[in-house]
């Protein structure tokens, strides 16, 4: 499946033990918090009711259905306090009660409260349980830096590849147009954009995308415009193999080892830029669950309130370590270079 030297880099990335495990560390996290609505959630998992099957993390029911006078989704929180209930029907529950979005009514105190055992980091300014915003909030930011990631990996091969290959007056005319688009200013196309369209997840991976490709482009060019000129590129080329072939199953395999090596800090670029954009006002909408939200109502309340960004700042530096981690252990294994320095 994989060549001989893809092996051996996949193997001495295994004897970088604090990436590996970082890796581990980090994709066990994100996996769990795909499944988020079955560890942190106010909604059941499982009702057992009146001889029916409920499954309110999943599905939508009216209250009228357990017993209360409303049309409207069942009340859970209210279900789950109601002793009657509880005796008549069998409830499933989370691991963590409680919802990103609801604000908790009841608090002992006004918000934001300090950890409890109700809520073990606290709520915040709008008694919300932190935990919950913190879980959710972890996996947006994978999903968003992942997913902007790949589109600037498949972006900048694209663009850096062909410049790299055509060469000559074409690759110099592309080159000074990226330079002109590089130059937009970015935070001015996000308030553009987002005062039209709405700053929507979609639409921030959109605008980041539009940018985040340039630097890769210029790694893939300098690649594309080195191994054409090899031996076994000229040989392809005198056996008369077309151009498409030769990009694809020639330079690109060989090509990639600068990608591989940068990904992996694109995927905290992502991050931390998500974070900022947020922290700033110019990112999800709320009440979205993010950290960068949540850092910013811990700045306002940094002196009363200090838990809401100890925990937020724990769960950032925690998630960037381990991805920095893991960038240096691909690096180092996927560097042709480190073979010399590793012997």
Same mark, same amino acid.
Not at 261 to 274: C, D, E, K, N, Y
Not at 284 to 295: I, Y
């Given at each position: 499946?994989?060549?001989? *030297?893809?092996?051996?880099?996949?193997?001495?990335?295994?004897?970088?033990?604090?990436?590996?495990?970082?890796?581990?560390?980090?994709?066990?996290?994100?996996?769990?918090?795909?499944?988020? !609505?079955?560890?942190?959630?106010?909604?059941?998992?499982? *009702?057992?009711?009146?001889?029916?099957?409920?499954?309110?993390?999943?599905?939508?029911?009216?209250?009228?259905?357990?017993?209360?006078?409303?049309?409207? !989704?069942?009340? $859970?929180?209210?279900?789950?306090?109601?002793?009657?209930?509880?005796?008549?029907?069998?409830?499933?529950?989370?691991?963590?009660?409680?919802?990103?979005?609801?604000? $908790?009514? /009841?608090?002992? !105190?006004?918000?934001?409260?300090?950890?409890?055992?109700?809520?073990?980091?606290?709520? /915040?300014?709008?008694?919300?349980d932190v935990l919950a915003r913190i879980l959710y909030g972890f996996r947006i930011c994978m999903l968003f830096s992942l997913s902007l990631m790949i589109i600037t990996a498949i972006l900048g091969i694209i663009v850096g590849g062909v410049q790299g290959y055509i060469g000559g007056k074409a690759d110099i005319t592309m080159q000074r147009i990226i330079e002109i688009w590089s130059a937009l200013p970015f935070l001015y196309v996000i308030l553009l954009i987002g005062a039209v369209y709405g700053r929507s997840f979609g639409m921030l991976l959109a605008v980041m995308a539009l940018f985040s490709w340039i630097g890769l482009s210029y790694y893939m060019r300098g690649?594309?415009?080195?191994?054409?000129?090899?031996?076994?590129?000229?040989?392809?080329?005198?056996?008369?193999?077309?151009?498409?072939?030769?990009?694809?199953?020639?330079? #690109?395999?060989?090509?990639?080892?600068?990608?591989?090596?940068?990904?992996?800090?694109?995927?905290?670029?992502?991050?931390?830029? #998500?974070?900022?954009? /947020?922290?700033?006002?110019?990112?999800?909408?709320?009440?979205?669950?993010?950290?960068?939200? #949540?850092?910013?109502?811990?700045?306002?309340? *940094?002196?009363?309130?200090?838990?809401?960004?100890?925990?937020?700042?724990?769960?950032?530096?925690?998630?960037?370590?381990?991805?920095?981690?893991?960038?240096?252990?691909?690096?180092?294994?996927?560097?042709?270079?480190?073979?010399?320095?590793?012997?």
């Amino acid at each position: 499946m994989f060549s001989e *030297i893809t092996r051996d880099r996949l193997r001495r990335f295994r004897q970088i033990k604090r990436a590996y495990f970082s890796l581990w560390i980090l994709g066990i996290a994100f996996v769990l918090s795909l499944f988020s !609505e079955f560890l942190a959630n106010d909604h059941p998992l499982y *009702i057992y009711y009146n001889g029916k099957h409920y499954f309110p993390v999943a599905a939508f029911y009216p209250g009228e259905e357990f017993g209360q006078n409303r049309r409207t !989704e069942a009340d $859970y929180i209210a279900l789950r306090n109601d002793a009657r209930f509880r005796e008549q029907a069998v409830m499933i529950l989370p691991i963590h009660e409680h919802s990103p979005n609801h604000s $908790y009514l /009841d608090l002992p !105190e006004p918000p934001p409260t300090p950890p409890s055992r109700e809520h073990p980091f606290g709520t /915040d300014r709008q008694g919300r349980d932190v935990l919950a915003r913190i879980l959710y909030g972890f996996r947006i930011c994978m999903l968003f830096s992942l997913s902007l990631m790949i589109i600037t990996a498949i972006l900048g091969i694209i663009v850096g590849g062909v410049q790299g290959y055509i060469g000559g007056k074409a690759d110099i005319t592309m080159q000074r147009i990226i330079e002109i688009w590089s130059a937009l200013p970015f935070l001015y196309v996000i308030l553009l954009i987002g005062a039209v369209y709405g700053r929507s997840f979609g639409m921030l991976l959109a605008v980041m995308a539009l940018f985040s490709w340039i630097g890769l482009s210029y790694y893939m060019r300098g690649e594309f415009l080195r191994l054409k000129n090899q031996t076994y590129v000229r040989v392809a080329q005198a056996q008369g193999l077309g151009a498409v072939r030769i990009f694809r199953r020639e330079i #690109l395999p060989n090509a990639l080892t600068p990608l591989i090596t940068i990904l992996p800090f694109s995927l905290i670029g992502g991050i931390t830029a #998500l974070t900022a954009l /947020d922290f700033l006002g110019f990112g999800l909408q709320p009440p979205t669950p993010s950290w960068g939200e #949540l850092l910013q109502q811990g700045l306002a309340v *940094i002196r009363e309130s200090p838990w809401l960004t100890i925990f937020t700042t724990a769960a950032l530096f925690i998630t960037l370590m381990l991805a920095t981690f893991i960038g240096e252990g691909v690096r180092d294994a996927f560097d042709p270079r480190s073979r010399v320095r590793m012997e």
